[in-house]
């Protein structure tokens, strides 16, 4: 089959049941993509498909053909970072930071549907879970990206 | 601060220095190396004649910053700007151990402590020796040159040396052995918020932790246990699995089975496949009920005093309060699960894993392979969360297991249900607590009982770190005692309570359950005593200045009462050096707590990464609520009954509460910030909830009663 991702069309050798999530860190070699819980509730293998933020770890790929994946590795060039990559780092969110690249695509989707979400918006959506407790400085990227 | 270079530092910076190294940069291979030319100045200092610094660090780093710490630790006796130094991770070499430790090991909240001194020192010789080639260069005295970015100055001539310009000449000679660090009045990058080394690569996804290895040729590997602690593996029927595409092996373990495939999707399922006889042994007895009563029977035992002093007449004793309390097993459930990836080569092996160990790591492989442990480099890679789950070795030894049972390089990959179900659980604990109070509300007897398993014989790393000797498990005392009150009798014991469940280190460990036991049983008191809870503790910690800063600071982050609804609770603790205070603001809804705030003042002696320390509290509060509010293991017929994580739940992003970190500088020793974020907050949150309802919570998770009335909002 044939996928989309990051602009990029590919030829896929996964079969069909497998989920995007090991299509993009195995075969692709796409790995800014983390596996989580495997089961689709910590939303850290989230991804945008057709610019909705989806957990990927249980999708199979063949449900995703047609449809244009982007990963953490397609939100921006080498040299520049995106805005919401850059409100990350001003607020110093990242520890470990691996479910950080769920967590800025999962705000990049949000903030694409409305710019300027309240609170509750944040919170209903960005279904990503951080172990290390940097949701405080995420709740401070967040006010300042919405207060632009 | 001048230190004298002890015979400990000369080890350390004398294996390395003098003489002209070629760096070697182990590419994902392993084997194949790329040459550069560049000097290293001692252990921890390697300078190219192209004037890039690296600066090696042989701490992992989680999320802790502590590579961001020893690049500026570097960087401030250097005189170089640590934007301009890069990282290289170090190697199994003894240079590289941790003070105290004699391995190399991340934990116990000590990277930046062991670091401040060796690294400041390697910056400052580097430098000294660097002036003093130059000045050789130019025939004149060191007092003649000075230093500025990286760049040394002949103040006589004007004329400029860059470091990379005479480091080769500068690694020749002999480190200097009495070297001058600055005091911290003349610091220009530490006590200063710093750029994170690794920010940049994390937030564009390219930050490689473990389980995103890459090897040519690698399979991947996964793992079934069995369900039983303890149990063993009687028969593994593999056909089915054997026959599913992708397949290359199935690798029975005494209490395990490993499959091999070419893909994780491809493991899974052959990992369902599996047609698997255990012997589950006497574990299967094992059940949430009878480790309770198991505490009980512990308490029941005189037990061994920990500590006492002081003695109380009875007659004095105007009333008694009692309180028994309990705690779970916790599960880690870092995000990243254990994952290694091993490749073996002719004479040698590679190994790449978020490890803690990497000494011990190194050892495990080398036996496993036959090999000795010179022959298998660790390369220590970014860590996705650990809190003690890392310092194991059990996913290393498996890993290195699989890639012997296929020749191939094998990356293995916990699936997140065995993590969850076979993790190295944080151990239960349960307390009895009897206070004596005056006539006057004075307590003047504590006498504390408190079951705990000896977390020793759980441990492997113990032959390096644990005093196997002591009659008591000091990790499972730890934050009971030393007891900060003064109080006029005070009576500690300590009743081991075996457990045949895996049991190991979660973050902060004793201190997790210490400091709500004694926390939370302070405020009960001060209520019987009818007295404001902070006053109260402020009475009995007139010899603890740092205690009574760090409450006292609490104070002034909250100017305003609590609203209608609305109610505080404080705890304060101590462990890993600091001292940390911290206040919650909750309401109940339905028997269910919501923390809306929470304020934190933290004294780790001198906070050298202000932002990195803000960034630990943060982080120890929500993992410390996470636990308080969710967090419990059950086992029933020795089986785990949580198996992911919406069984095992984390707190959301909308269940956070703001929170509001000050730091006090006291000026003590630095201490450790990785844990003291976590102990103070399951006390104030449940201090909070005795202001609201009245009623001690006795047993973590909290369960407010559900006929508890709606209180506030």
Known sequence: MKLSVNGIVHDIESTPDTPLLWVLREELGLTGTKYGCGIGVCGVCTVHLDGTATPCCTLPVGQTEGAKVTTIEGLSGNETLHPVQQAWLDAGVSQCGYCQPAMIMATVALLGENPHPTEEAFNAGLNVHCRCGTYPRIIRALRALASR | MTLLITRRTILRMGVCAGGFAVGCLFTASGREQTASTSSRMNAWVVIGVDDVITVRVSHTEMGQCIHTLAVNLVAEELEVDPAKLQVEVAPVAPEYETPGFHAMLTGGSTSAITSFDPLRLAGASARMMLVAAAAKRWHCAVQNCEVQDGRIRNRSTGAVLSYGAVAEAAAKLTPPREVKLKPASQWRILGRPMRRLEGRDKVRGAARFGIDVQVPGMLIGSVLHCPVAGGRLRHVGADSAMAMPG??????????????????????????????????????????????????????????????????????????????????????????????????????????????????????????????????????????????????????????????????PVKLIWSRNEDIQHDYYRPPAATMIEVGLNSNGLPISWTQKLAVPDLRPHLEVSKVSIRRADTIDSQAVEGAAPFPYQIGHHRLTWHNAPLAVRLGWWRSVGHSFNAWFVEHAMDVIARKAAQDPVAFRLGLLKDRPRHQAVLRTLGPLWPEAPKTGRFRGTAVHECYGSVVAQSVEISIEEGVPTVHRVACAVDCGMALDPDGVRAQMEGGIIFGLTAALFGEITVQNGRTQQNNLDSYRLLALGEAPEVTVAIVNSGAVVGGAGEAGVPPIAPAVCNAVLAATGQPVTRLPIRVATNTKSIGT
């Not at chain 2, 690798?251 to 698997?276: G, M, Q, R, T």
């Not at chain 2, 007449?313 to 309990?326: D, S």
Request: aromatic residues 4%; contains cysteine; hydrophobic residues 45%.
């Open chain 2, 247 to 408: 397949v290359v092996k199935v690798v029975p373990l005494d209490d395990a089975v490993i499959v091999v495939a070419k893909s994780f999707w491809a493991v899974s399922k052959a990992i369902d496949a599996l047609s698997v006889d255990w012997d589950e042994g006497p574990g299967a007895s094992i059940d949430s009920a009878g480790i309770s009563q198991s505490l009980d029977k512990a308490l029941a035992t005189d037990g061994i005093v920990v500590t006492e002093h002081g003695d109380v007449a009875p007659t004095e004793v105007h009333t008694r309060v009692a309180l028994r309390l309990e705690v779970p097993l916790l599960a880690h459930a870092s995000f990243e699960p254990p994952t290694a990836a091993v490749s073996i080569g002719e004479h040698d092996a590679d190994v790449w894993a978020p490890t803690q160990v990497q000494t011990m790591a190194r050892e495990v492989v080398a036996e496993v392979l036959g090999m000795t442990p010179e022959q298998v480099r660790i390369h220590t890679t970014l860590c996705g969360g650990s809190f003690g789950r890392k310092l194991r070795l059990d996913y290393l030894r498996q890993a290195a297991i699989a890639a012997k049972a296929v020749n191939r």
